[in-house]
């Protein structure tokens, strides 16, 4: 028992290394696809696709290997895949420079460039479901504070990296910019190569299995209305649809309609993901004290008017651009901390509500469904984003996207959040579980000020 203890301690300490490799693709790739699509002269409706169309496919072969899942080795179904995705950046690459030095037609680039990344964000959702259920038989108590920890590290590199990536983006000028997409995916292979190299060093606990545990996909939509997992999935998924609507074009907002310069976009994309740096471990505090249901309630609520604020940028359009700038760090910074608290809810209550024989199975159709949601809303939005005819209000075709997106952010959180039930044993309180949605705000604001960042 202590030697098995011992090498989770170091198991644990291996994953952090992988998770602050990994944020260096992160950083340096995953953030500036979007850039580097529309330096390829992608439209908003093939950006829209290039979002959601891998999640899409990578869900639907999730659910065909959903057996091998469940039988064979969770590190040997990982590995190959990180292996893989950290190779396709080369390609990736190799696509721009086709496009910028040997004239290839913006039709073919664009294809290559869907399929190259495609690849990439396949191969790590692939393995998604064998990591959760490795990392769920790793860290078997205080998972909101390990994951909270993991979390703030990968943020911390995430944010370095950005910062490094704009200043080399802007140091290149014109078609020259893409030399520096060519240094920064080149690191982001890097990246992921020595996360690859941690997790296999990482320690596999011995897995639970329960031949009986298995059950198929139809059988899980059948009673997904009617117990309390499946209509956790319900809501997200219907999140995801409303989210992914706006989403994809928060970038192309910033460097096509705003003409941002690569800095500044980071600046205000940064934003977003220090805050989480302040507070993840105050949230992870909570979720362990009060249940991921009550925090998941008050994030979800709020996440709901962050494309509401986008819009109001409206208002500064006038202003000097430091102050439009600031504007929206502000915006990201609190969306940042919304969406930290939601994220880590969400997380920690698919490792609380499912049983370990049964968590890969759960991860994996919650995958699925969670990325029907974000094709649709993706197309959806691609469409409309790059429609001249659309408007809500007079607003632009984007800003009307943002709009529609709050709508129908609104819904699923009043409609069916309210209907989840608690899993795990933690302090119940009437006044809190009870929470309406004026007292929300003033305990959401409470959560905010009593927080002290200081070490104790």
């Keep these: 028992m202590e030697e098995e203890r011992l090498l989770k301690e170091q198991g644990k300490k291996y994953s952090l290394k992988d998770g602050a ?16 699509a529309l ?40 590995l190959p895949f990180i292996f893989i995705q950290a190779f396709f950046w080369i390609p990736l690459l190799l696509v721009g420079v086709a496009y910028f030095f040997f004239q290839l037609k913006l039709i073919y680039a664009s294809l290559f460039l869907i399929i190259c990344y495609s690849i990439i964000i396949i191969s790590g959702l692939i393995a998604s479901p064998a990591w959760t259920s490795w990392m769920q038989d790793l860290v078997e108590t205080n998972r909101g504070e390990f994951f909270s920890k993991r979390s703030k590290i990968n943020g911390f590199v995430i944010a370095i990296s950005m910062i490094t990536a704009s200043i080399i983006l802007d140091s290149f000028k014109g078609e020259k910019v893409f030399l520096g997409f060519i240094l920064l995916f080149s690191l982001a292979a890097i990246g992921r190569y020595f996360s690859f190299h941690f997790l296999k060093k990482q320690y596999e606990p011995q897995p ?18 009617s117990n309390n997992f ?19 074009f928060f970038s192309v907002y910033m460097l096509k309609e705003l003409q ?37 309630k008050i994030s979800g609520f709020l996440i709901s008017f962050v494309p509401l604020l986008w819009i109001a940028s409206l ?125 929300k705000l003033e305990y959401f604001i409470k959560l905010i000020t009593s927080y002290n960042p200081r070490p104790t």
């Design 21 to 36: 490799s990994s944020s260096v693709m992160e950083g340096m790739g995953l953030k500036y696809i979007t850039p580097y």
């Design 39 to 78: 330096s390829l002269g992608l439209s908003n409706k093939l950006i829209g696709i290039l979002e959601v169309l891998p999640t899409l496919i990578a869900n639907i072969l999730r659910i065909f290997l959903s057996k091998a899942y469940y039988k064979k080795s969770r590190k040997n179904m990982v």
């Design 208 to 225: 639970t299995r329960d031949d009986k545990a298995f059950f198929s996909f139809l059988q899980f939509a059948k009673k997904m209305h």
């Design 230 to 248: 499946g209509r956790f999935v319900i809501f997200t998924s219907l999140m995801s649809f409303a989210v992914v609507i706006a989403s994809p």
């Design 260 to 296: 941002l310069s690569y800095f500044a976009f980071t600046l205000i994309v940064l934003s977003s993901l220090v805050s989480p740096i302040f507070f993840l471990s105050f949230i992870g505090k909570k979720i362990d004290k009060y249940g991921t249901v009550k925090v998941m």
């Design 315 to 439: 208002l500064l359009m006038n202003s000097p651009q430091w102050v439009l700038i600031g504007y929206l760090f502000a915006v990201e910074f609190f969306s940042g901390f919304v969406w930290a608290a939601y994220n880590l809810s969400v997380s920690n209550f698919i490792y609380d509500a499912v049983t370990k024989p049964k968590i890969i199975l759960c991860f994996t159709y919650f995958g699925f469904v969670n990325s029907i949601g974000s094709f649709l809303g993706g197309l959806i939005g691609g469409q409309l984003s790059g429609s001249a005819s659309f408007s809500i209000f007079g607003l632009g075709a984007i800003l009307s996207v943002f709009l529609l997106s709050t709508v129908l952010r609104i819904l699923p959180s009043i409609f069916i959040l309210p209907k989840l039930k608690e899993v795990r044993q933690v302090e119940t309180s009437k006044a809190i579980i009870q929470l309406k949605v004026k007292e």
